[in-house]
């Protein structure tokens, strides 16, 4: 979702090309709608010809494929690019958007924030077109080579932020000049780890010594302390947000889907006339009407929630490849293969527009009566 936000104009206002421009990504880069407003965004801010956009990241994941365009998009733009790093809700970011603040001209990051990907940060599932991600990391390698050369950062430092694949030790000569390795030092009181690989994960030292000196990022306390620090003391000539949705959207579906069950539980036992009655019992016509009454806007319900499922996966098709409903990823049959995630939540609706078709077919029998 893109959110525009124009300040205020007024008499003393800095003139336009001495202003700078704001673009805020919150969440992961885990979708092509995300990275398509991203570039809308982007593109949008650099034709007011700021003197400056600051990029503003918070996520914790980014997907390979999307941080490649990403990342091509602020090495071929013609504006100086600033990027900061902070994420208020639980202090962390992706190694990724790390590479995305080492490709801009400038760098900083709030002094309470790590970097660090968990086991589980991977988004590759959400993109089943892609065959062979090493390629993707091969991409996003070249890309480390040649901001290596324009930025002269060290090139191990560029590719362990976009695709890391080793661990990396800085050593000290005894003349103390430093080297960046990716070799574990035999000697280390000369040495400190600056990425770690464990089992929790990857994790890189950005310490107040570290960040400046070997990653140029600078530490603040604030986002308005780092753009001061730029020369920026104006307020931005725009500001746009971007929130990363697919996250809530999956949640919406899952929530939609549970709706629909539940609605049609009820509409079932809404026609349900007979149970607990005798079955001599004559039921009379105005109770199927009353019945059919009830079920109708339920089996309504239902369709208008399967029509917003409908509507969401078309803008975000990775929602089919996140956890499905409950159940909806069983085995069809006793021993027989697990659905996967796609198969299962087409199953899912499916069912539900089957037992809602059902319905309707009732209560257009319980209203003639």
Avoid at 255 to 282: K, M
Wanted: a negative charge; one cysteine or more.
């Amino acid at each position: 979702m893109l959110t525009l936000f124009l300040p205020t104009t007024h008499a003393r206002a800095s003139k336009p090309e001495h202003r700078h421009a704001v673009l805020k990504l919150r969440g992961d880069l885990d979708s092509e709608k995300t990275y398509q407003e991203f570039a809308q965004g982007f593109k949008s801010l650099a034709a007011r010809s700021p003197r400056l956009i600051v990029i503003e990241l918070s996520g914790n994941r980014t997907r390979p494929d999307l941080l490649f365009e990403i990342i091509r998009l602020i090495t071929n733009a013609d504006i100086p690019i600033a990027v900061w790093l902070a994420d208020p809700a639980d202090r962390r970011i992706g190694p990724g958007m790390l590479g995305i603040a080492l490709a801009a001209q400038h760098a900083g990051i709030h002094q309470s924030t790590t970097i660090k990907r968990k086991p589980d940060d991977s988004l590759t599932p959400l993109n089943p077109d892609i065959g062979d991600w090493a390629l993707v990391n091969l991409d996003l390698r070249s890309a480390a080579r040649d901001l290596a050369e324009s930025t002269g950062l060290d090139r191990i430092l560029f590719e362990s932020a976009l695709a890391p694949r080793t661990p990396i030790w800085i050593t000290q000569d005894e003349f103390g000049s430093d080297t960046l390795t990716s070799d574990e030092p035999s000697d280390q009181s000369r040495a400190h780890q600056l990425v770690t690989k464990t089992a929790d994960g990857w994790s890189f030292d950005l310490s107040a010594q570290q960040a400046p000196r070997l990653y140029s990022v600078a530490i603040h306390r604030t986002p308005r302390a780092f753009t001061s620090s730029l020369g920026l003391r104006a307020r931005p000539l725009e500001t746009i947000e971007i929130d990363s949705g697919l996250r809530g959207e999956h949640e919406r579906c899952l929530s939609l889907i549970r709706d629909t069950r539940i609605a049609v539980s009820l509409a079932t036992a809404s026609l349900d006339i007979r149970a607990g009655r005798a079955a001599t019992t004559r039921i009379m016509a105005h109770e199927y009407h009353d019945a059919a009454e009830k079920a109708a806007p339920l089996v309504e319900q239902s369709r208008a929630a399967i029509a917003q499922i409908a509507a969401l996966t078309k803008d975000y098709p990775e929602i089919l490849w996140l956890p499905p409903p409950p159940d909806a990823d069983s085995p069809t049959e006793i021993g027989g293969p697990v659905r996967t995630s796609l198969s299962a939540w087409r199953d899912a609706v499916r069912d539900v527009e089957y037992d809602l078709g059902r319905l309707q077919t009732r209560i257009e029998t319980y209203s003639r009566r």
